[in-house]
């Protein structure tokens, strides 16, 4: 099979093995983790359980690799559950979650629960799931 990717305007395609031999990937899934800014921190090869895999998405989002080791970070407690935000989306982007992501609800006046991802088509009901604690909002732009 082949990848394809945008250099600039052009779109390129790429073999399965050219792309594995650029990024180095051993094996898959291989997860690529970057900073906000688009750097690379680092990646992941291979399958990993939960239990190892949740204390390595906090160390991440936590910015702990600034300031320890996650060997250090792993043995400390952490409430990080992330940053909460309103996603924008277009309408097929919304149908597609809708349909797919077995934790979203379109809101509907519904009890809010803060872990359920919920999609709304109003921007004044985004900003107040948000304000009651909901990590993720996705709205239709």
Do not use: C, H
Not at 63 to 86: H, L, P
Not at 89 to 107: K, Q, R, S
């Amino acid at each position: 099979g082949t990848a394809s990717y945008m250099v600039g305007e052009e779109l390129k395609e790429m073999t399965y093995n050219d792309l594995y031999a650029y990024f180095q990937i051993r094996g898959t899934p291989t997860l690529w983790f970057f900073t906000t800014e688009g750097a690379l921190l680092t990646n992941l090869p291979g399958f990993v359980p939960a239990n190892d895999f949740v204390p390595i998405l906090r160390f991440i989002g936590e910015k702990a690799y600034e300031s320890t080791t996650f060997d250090v970070f792993r043995g400390k407690t952490s409430d990080y559950m992330g940053n909460a935000k309103i996603v924008r989306v277009n309408e097929e982007e919304y149908n597609y979650v809708l349909e797919n992501d077995p934790i979203a609800l379109e809101y509907e006046g519904q009890e809010v629960d803060i872990y359920t991802v919920w999609l709304t088509r109003d921007e004044s009901t985004a900003e107040e799931l948000l304000e009651e604690g909901v990590f993720r909002v996705i709205l239709l732009n």
